[in-house]
């Protein structure tokens, strides 16, 4: 069986991934990253997500990125944004955390290497984001391209999978419940609520209205709870 590395958040999008890569026959290592985030309750739901559909392994890296700040998901200092409007965004906005998808995917690499894994898949998505340079297809192949010429193997071994990239979330969405994907036990929200030890989504985040307005444009309800 064909050993793929997938970056697993706890979101909807990475499930989503998992799901389409597990279709496709992939033995499944899964890495998330506790990277001292405001929301890195969601490292709890992706750990839910590994077991639920027994992936063949999941890790955890720790790696603290608040020592650069800058972004409102790492500075406690800075608020994130509420009730933006996520379709017209032109701006890169202050929750995006410099360079993140680069360093992750160079984990993910290490970890392939490791494991004999020719395939590394992320769930970055370029049309219902919140404008981040790091989810466009020109990253992604810009990356692939690096990946092969900094590991000593051939030029070609290693390819990045970004099944969403060119998918609205309503797309993910529709395509994930296709394949039976519990998507309350994944969360999104940049600035969860904690209640008598229960999770809320705020409802108000980049990441929650892109969330909510996918289930809404396919008539559907979010499972998950929000404040």
Do not use: W
Request: proline share 4%; aromatic share 10%.
């Amino acid at each position: 069986m064909k050993k793929a590395v997938i970056l697993l958040s706890g979101g909807l999008d990475s499930a989503t991934v998992c799901a389409i890569a597990k279709k496709e026959n992939y033995e499944i290592y899964a890495l998330s990253f506790n990277y001292q985030q405001r929301h890195n309750i969601e490292i709890e739901f992706a750990k839910k997500i590994s077991n639920k559909m027994q992936l063949k392994e999941h890790k955890i890296a720790n790696i603290d990125l608040t020592i650069f700040g800058n972004s409102a998901l790492t500075d406690n200092n800075l608020e994130v944004p509420k009730l933006q409007d996520v379709e017209n965004q032109k701006n890169i906005p202050i929750t995006y955390v410099p360079a993140r998808n680069t360093i992750f995917l160079s984990f993910a690499l290490a970890y392939s290497e490791t494991i004999g894994a020719n395939d590394i898949f992320i769930g970055a998505n370029a049309i219902d984001y919140s404008n981040y340079p790091d989810c466009r297809p020109e990253f992604i192949a810009a990356f692939e391209k690096l990946a092969n010429k900094a590991t000593a193997i051939d030029d070609s071994r290693f390819k990045i999978h970004a099944p969403l990239i060119n998918l609205t979330k309503a797309q993910i969405i529709k395509k994930g419940l296709g394949l039976n994907v519990d998507y309350k036990i994944s969360h999104s929200c940049y600035d969860p609520i904690i209640i008598n030890n229960k999770i809320y989504g705020c409802g108000t985040c980049d990441s929650c209205l892109l969330r909510l307005k996918g289930f809404k444009e396919i008539g559907t309800k979010d499972p998950y709870p929000y404040k």
